[in-house]
């Protein structure tokens, strides 16, 4: 059986797109998610679907719990991210964007319950930018150090509109004009702002209106297809078995949805790494403690890690002075090995399985398949791994996966979510291009 472990999706549909098509020219049979199916990412609701569709059952990623519950240890960007996720996936906010876009209303602002509309042209005049908002408002930018207005000289607008300088850097004042205040402007500027400011513009498109529309089809049918969406999110589980020998969680085996196991943990946090590799045991036939291996995600950084090396070649190299043959090949190294070590998936490579000189038989490890829709090894490609099932006593053999896909179209695809009020931070859409 060939299993792909998929994780920290992210809400990166292009790149989980992109995965399932590679996942599938090299053949599966089931595929699983280790979490994370949301959190950062353009695209909740359509990851979401594409993972019940397509994995046999998907972890409790912190990403996950934050948008069902709530955020815990989150830095502003992750904390905005995820609350805008949650008016997406369980607040009807893409279902109301789905029916604004089939219906020809006006799209919801992500900010508020304002329709977003593209912003007129400015006007630019003198030492003045003016832009007209959605609201009515204009818009004053100085764009001249030190400027500011005064009166009076009379500048009607085609609309009763109020009047507000802003500020475009921290040289720049910032004045409010009451509904009495006029600007100073010449003949020739007033006349050029009264015919921007007269211009005709489109009417604004009808809005969403549930009142209205809660009885129209298309809506009943968003709202069935929302429910068990819904359900799915609030029944994934922090923690699974596969194959009776690997403990599956997000984060790692002792605390299953936030902890993080970084590889700097093999020289940095010894006692963090004992007690996740202590809670490697599950129940054999008889009921006795059998030691086992993890697959977690969670830090974005594919490869495994690695317990007792120095152990292992000991008892190794005993079984080699008393006559046991094909293992001397393995006993080469001067140096003892660490504790515990990290073997790493290194960027740039396209595809890896490490070898038998590299996990040493009885090695218990933590595998790691690395992010789909978010990398953090300074490889912007997505990766993912294929677990193979080993037969008549073979050993299980991992290979790992980075797999490209359209990077600016998921960087597009934040930045018009951030145009249209989502409260997402644009390091979210950078930081895609450098694996970071």
Excluded at 260 to 277: C, S, V
Excluded at 327 to 340: D, F, G, H, I, V
Excluded at 379 to 403: K, W
Aim: hydrophobic residues 35%; glycine residues 6%.
């Amino acid at each position: 059986m060939r299993i792909a472990i998929v994780s920290d999706i992210h809400a990166n549909l292009t790149a989980f797109q992109a995965v399932l098509r590679h996942a599938k020219s090299v053949g599966y049979d089931k595929m699983v998610c280790l979490g994370d199916v949301i959190g950062y990412g353009p695209d909740p609701v359509e990851c979401i679907d594409l993972v019940r569709e397509h994995c046999e059952w998907s972890l409790l990623g912190n990403h996950d719990f934050a948008a069902l519950y709530e955020p815990t240890n989150f830095n502003a960007a992750a904390r905005d991210a995820v609350f805008w996720t949650r008016t997406q996936t369980l607040e009807q906010g893409w279902m109301k964007r789905q029916f604004a876009i089939a219906r020809g209303l006006a799209i919801p602002s992500q900010r508020s319950s304002a329709a977003a509309a593209p912003a007129p042209a400015p006007c630019i005049v003198g030492s003045y930018r003016y832009e007209l908002t959605e609201g009515g408002k204009v818009i004053v930018r100085s764009h001249m150090a030190g400027t500011r207005f005064d009166g009076p000289t009379s500048v009607p607008l085609a609309e009763p509109a109020d009047l507000l300088t802003v500020q475009d850097s921290e040289n720049f004042e910032i004045r409010y004009l009451s509904g009495e205040s006029e600007l100073v402007l010449g003949a020739d500027e007033s006349a050029r702002f009264n015919a921007w400011a007269a211009a005709p513009r489109p009417a604004p498109k009808p809005q969403f209106d549930l009142k209205v529309h809660r009885t129209d089809p298309l809506w009943q049918e968003l709202l069935a297809a929302q429910r068990p969406r819904v359900d799915f999110m609030f029944s994934i589980s922090p923690r699974q078995i596969l194959l009776d020998r690997y403990i599956c969680v997000h984060a790692s085996p002792s605390r299953p949805v936030n902890e993080y196991l970084f590889p700097e943990d093999i020289a940095q946090g010894e006692r963090k790494l004992r007690r996740n590799f202590g809670a490697l045991t599950l129940a054999d036939a008889s009921g006795n403690p059998r030691r086992v291996n993890a697959l977690v995600g969670h830090t974005h950084c594919p490869g495994f890690l690695l317990e007792e090396r120095d152990e292992i070649e000991s008892r190794l190299r005993e079984a080699a002075a008393v006559g046991a043959s094909g293992q001397t090949s393995l006993l080469t190294s001067e140096e003892p090995s660490a504790r515990y070590d990290w073997l790493p998936f290194d960027a740039g490579l396209t595809e890896w399985s490490p070898t038998e000189r590299d996990m040493l038989p009885g090695c218990r490890f933590i595998l790691n398949p690395g992010s789909v829709g978010q990398p953090r090894d300074h490889d912007p490609r997505s990766s993912y791994a294929i677990l193979e099932e080993g037969e008549n006593g073979a050993p299980d053999r991992f290979t790992f996966y980075r797999v490209e896909y359209d990077i600016r179209e998921t960087q597009e695809r934040i930045r018009d979510h951030i145009k249209r009020g989502a409260p997402l931070k644009d390091s979210l859409w950078r930081r895609l291009e450098h694996g970071e």
